[in-house]
């Protein structure tokens, strides 16, 4: 063990353990998810080489035996709670990915969702084992998320009750569905439908692409990888080309809208039903966050309190460099942004699953807010930590640039978060066409509840201006449950400044939908805020529930610091509403220093609270131990370019040179 | 050529060629810029696989191969004018790094640096005709950017007169090092001098690692590769761990100190000589950054201008995602960025080559200046473009995270200059000291000249807080000169909110040292401050020698873009010190919203304007014929996952695990 990190641990104020079952949800869980940890690490069968030393091909074959390992385990094991399978699977994949993930997450509950009971008493024993092994084929080169611009089409023949699909355009191809490149012998594919020369609109048909036994392409069937990425190595994101492809008509899927055989198109009953699916997985990319955030605060922090550089005080030893002011600046509030997000992710699961049985009773009033949350806080969580990482990665020198720190792994598996399951942008403005409409509500007198309800005040205080100058004594910058109300208020000014913005822009004529893209920075602003807010709410409310004196101690340290640095880093914004005051800013400046200060002796022992395991972090920097340099050196010796003493190139180039100047 | 990008180049209010001239410096610059690049991409020695679809050792292979051509190449051309190199060098790399680079940037140059003449006369012809291969080995495994801290040693043994040289510790380890691991037979090597008992701090040795014939490591040398890295796969960067090698004491570099042959040091004549080269380094830097934002620019608006998504006006066709608004406001201000960044880089260069010429008529009174602006602009330009390529890389949606549209390879080469040549933080802090040390000189009523003459003012400013008042109605947000000069004042006054932050830290019995340190973010937001009025005001600048009307104009409404978004983005500062009032931050915001349309025709035009080769940008996504989806099809098609329609591992694990469920 490293004698700095050692004495790092010696001098925290708090019980790291606590603090951990703070954060799994209770000691229990803590326990089971480090048997389950446990399991992985100790089975020889998951023994890898490190992918960073391996090709493509070679990542994804590594993976794809991993995968197949898994299945087999989880079933001899019994493991079967969603959580579990979910901590057995995270561990498995370490900082990557595993290329049959589609097939259990979209496939099978697709399946599920969207098969007749004919069809799902024919499709689900072959998927559950193996046999099928499918995507989901939504987007095409030439589109995401606007589902209406899908060119792919399925046009039923009468005459042989088949359907026939086509890729029309080059850029109707079916473009990054996860295990459509190599592994997926059927897919779903969503396509127009077209029955006796009418288009019905987009619907689900299952349609095989490989044959079962020999995994060769079926006729009319042009599929493939689409080629290296920033990460997911270990994932053939695939292309898939249609060209009259046939399948029977049973193989639509029908369990709400139907093509008889002679063609006529049987119309669905209306249904939101997709809408759930999409809140579950935004919620969790919440939570995705939180983790990705961890590990780099982890790793960064760790590094800091064993690397030594420079000097402060001439003549003494070079300092850790954790103790510069500067690299404390970085890191300090990306550990308390860690924090809040794991709890806003903990409260993002509770909510859905509050709503979900409210759902599953019948009542839908509760999902426009949890929509408009999920999609705000996906994009304002995912957006924060993918800046995050990197500033983490930065803070280690050139060694975070080194695949051993992990941290490029980290960051490349992580930023498509900001792209997938909902662009950020367009999923920060249909947070604010939630807000901008909750806004209008209440401008109409209606008394709105819920996370909204701070815009039932908005109408006064834009009558009385002076109101702005009356409150500000009112606000305590120490007091966290000011700041909350202070974040909620540059919130309401915000979504009141893009509602009037859409008012001016509809007064000069334009359209509605001129004046709603003509007002589109101010609405992802106004989203910006309104998440912010609800994070700071979120860790203050936590706060409440903390019993120990403690742990509750350096968590309030780190909620006032989040609160804090973020208005320091929007002060326009809390300036330009009149919240704060210019001696205020400057308190809070002054402030945040001391709270770093603060939070410097407890900075290791709150990333070991986050538990993570050093064979799931895999980071030379990031080692429990400390250890980093040997380990360094051991991992660099192991790289393949060192198999050779003489690389061939010698031979080939650098020697005829010589011969030829 | 795609139908919305022909629209696109029509659309432009200005005639591109011209402002590509002013670009380049001049009609007969870009002449011959292209005839270099034609040389280049018209050679079929230079004709290769994508790096992104090879092994990390077939990547080296490949690079070794093109770099030893490229020798060849311009001695057969007779290309010997620096810049003339730096551009054929440009063009043969592509989005990638060269493996020689530190044997001609480095090893050469110091070797024309530290040796005595006698040495020049050995080494020199050695390693012109590539028989010796070096590199320059002064980082280690623990020690970075302090150089008193590096454990290597070189003690000298009267008996043999050699030096016996030492990795004494892991961290020792010398590590880093272009070139190192696998290239060099050669590496200056910086350690230790210990004579007869004492220690006379660093200097550097030249030290044979690898035998010349057979290029396998000499004994006592352990030498390799560090391992895989975020991007820089073409380079070997390695390590070398030294177990009592023995050099001849020839070997120690003599120019400026000297061991005699019994032992004797005798120490160097005073010598600041070293400061320009990294000055230099750091200058070229900052140019860099325009070019990898120039690049970045270019992908994410012409594809901006291809890709048509979602709908603005229902029942309409698909808009160009540029028509966003929230497109254009990711872009625009990163485009009118890529052009200041441009500009700054040539007044870098220009100041650079003015300020040698006054140093090599022993004229050093400007050196501090400038190493003050190259290290405060360095750090600015590289942060800022770091992050901006991230946004340009994400503002294509999940295209973005393709290898093909060659963002990834643009942020993950680019963005080491965040940490090498001067971690970023540090630089800022250098500039700080320069910045903090005029301001002090200003106080005691000392004249200062050159750029930070605007500190001459500030004592007057604070002593009378109304002023600041007053001065409000000054400022025209619509006229550039004077958000030059709000700028310059911000700049004011957050170097004299950091010098007082040292001043209160003294009265509280702070040492110097901790002062220093307890105000470090203080002094790194000063600098900032400080970098961002310079770049204003060079755009400003460089406006005024621009005759072309047409030209004239776009590129005003770039400069004022990129000056109020920045006056947005930083408003709290702007605000705090009365610079701006509150309604003139609305104003702003609107205005910005005006520029973006102002700005919406000229798009393509203005990068277009960078002349960036498709061969060099290597993008499908930003190719200037705007023919993105066939070619992202042909691409994916050739990747080696696709070598065989069925991967090894459906027969090794897929098709096992079925039978086994």
Redesign the interface.
């Known amino acids: 063990m490293n004698p700095d990190i050692t004495r790092e641990r010696q001098n925290a104020s708090f019980d790291v353990e606590k603090l951990t079952y703070i954060l799994d949800g209770g000691p229990e869980k803590t326990k089971r998810r480090r048997q389950i940890e446990a399991l992985v690490f100790s089975d020889p069968d998951f023994n890898e080489d490190d992918p960073?030393?391996l090709?493509?091909?070679e990542r994804?074959?590594q993976a794809?035996?991993k995968s197949?390992q898994m299945?087999?385990k989880l079933?001899e094991y019994g493991i079967a709670d969603p959580e579990e399978i979910y901590h057995y699977k995270s561990m498995v994949k370490g900082n990557q990915q595993e290329p049959f993930g589609l097939h259990v997450v979209m496939f099978i509950p697709s399946l599920r969702r969207l098969c007749d009971p004919q069809q799902a008493k024919k499709w689900l024993p072959l998927a559950d084992?193996?046999?099928v092994?499918g995507t989901y084929a939504q987007?095409e080169?030439?589109?995401?998320?606007?589902l209406?611009?899908l060119e792919t089409t399925a046009t039923y023949d009468p005459a042989t009750q088949e359907f026939v699909l086509n890729s029309p355009t080059?850029?109707s191809?079916k473009w990054?569905p996860g295990g459509l490149?190599?592994?997926s012998n059927h897919a779903i594919v969503l396509a127009q439908l077209y029955s006796l020369g009418n288009c019905h609109g987009l619907h689900a048909f299952i349609v095989p692409i490989r044959d079962m036994t020999?995994?060769?392409?079926l006729p009319g069937i042009v599929v493939?990888?689409?080629?290296?990425?920033?990460?997911f190595n270990e994932v053939?994101n695939g292309?898939l080309k249609l060209e009259n492809v046939r399948i029977p008509r049973e193989n639509m899927m029908m369990k709400y809208s139907k093509v008889e055989p002679d063609g006529t198109y049987v119309k669905p009953p209306s249904s939101k039903l997709t809408y759930g699916t999409m809140v579950f997985v935004r919620s969790m990319i919440v939570g995705e966050s939180a983790r990705a955030l961890s590990k780099s605060c982890t790793i960064a922090i760790r590094y800091s309190a064993v690397?030594?550089?420079?000097?402060?005080?001439?003549g003494e030893p070079?300092p850790q460099i954790l103790?510069?002011?500067?690299q404390q600046?970085?890191l300090f509030p990306l550990l308390s942004m860690a924090y809040a997000f794991t709890f806003v992710g903990q409260y993002m699961t509770e909510i859905y699953h509050r709503i979900s049985e409210d759902i599953n009773q019948g009542d839908f009033s509760q999902l426009p807010e949890l929509h408009a949350l999920s999609a705000g806080l996906k994009a304002f969580t995912t957006w924060e930590t993918?800046?995050a990482i990197?500033v983490c990665r930065?803070s280690c020198?050139?060694h975070?640039?080194?695949?051993?720190s992990a941290l490029?792994d980290i960051y490349?598996e992580f930023?498509?978060t900001?792209?997938?399951e909902g662009?950020?942008?367009?999923m920060m403005?249909q947070t604010a066409r939630y807000l901008v409409k909750s806004y209008r509500q209440a401008e109409k007198g209606q008394q709105l509840s819920g996370i909204v309800s701070y815009l039932n005040g908005s109408q006064n205080r834009r009558v009385q201006p002076q109101a702005v100058a009356s409150r500000r004594p009112l606000v305590d910058i120490n007091d966290l449950s000011s700041l909350v109300e202070v974040y909620q208020q540059r919130a309401a000014t915000l979504v009141e400044m893009a509602a009037k913005s859409i008012q001016q822009e509809l007064q000069r004529r334009k359209?509605q939908?001129?004046a709603w893209?003509?007002?589109?920075?101010?609405l992802?602003r106004a989203s910006d805020a309104h998440c912010h807010y609800v994070v700071v709410k979120v860790f203050n409310d936590k706060l409440k529930g903390v019993g120990d004196t403690a742990i509750h101690s350096v968590l309030s340290t780190l909620a006032l610091l989040y609160a804090m640095h973020g208005i320091?880093k929007?002060?326009?914004?809390?300036?330009?509403a009149g919240l704060v005051s210019?001696p205020q800013?400057?308190q809070i400046?002054v402030r945040?220093?001391e709270l770093l200060s603060q939070l410097r002796p407890n900075a290791v022992a709150l990333v070991d609270a986050f538990d993570i395991h050093d064979k799931k972090l895999n980071s030379v920097l990031g080692r429990y131990d400390g250890n980093v340099?040997?380990n360094?050196?051991e991992?660099?010796?192991?790289?393949?370019?060192?198999a050779a003493?003489?690389?061939?190139?010698?031979q080939?180039?650098?020697k005829?040179?010589?011969s030829?100047?």
Not at 517 to 522: E, R, T, W, Y
Not at 635 to 642: C, D, T, V
Not at 645 to 650: D, G, I
């Open positions: 960073n030393f090709s493509r091909s994804y074959d794809v035996r197949a299945i087999l079933r084992s193996f046999q092994l987007t080169m030439g589109h995401g998320t606007h209406r611009g080059v850029s191809i990054w490149g190599k592994t020999t995994h060769q392409p493939g990888d689409i080629g290296p990425k920033f990460g053939d292309f690397r030594h550089q420079s000097e402060i005080r001439p070079e103790d510069y002011q500067t600046y970085k993918n800046s990197e930065m020198g050139g975070g640039y080194s695949r051993s490029p490349v930023t498509p900001c792209t997938y662009e950020n942008t367009v403005l359209s939908e001129d893209n003509n007002s589109a920075i101010d992802v320091t929007n002060s326009g914004d809390f300036l330009q210019v800013v400057l400046s945040i220093k340099y040997e360094m050196f991992w660099a010796r192991r790289s393949p370019l060192n003493e003489v690389h061939e190139s010698f080939k180039y650098l005829p040179l010589r030829k100047l």
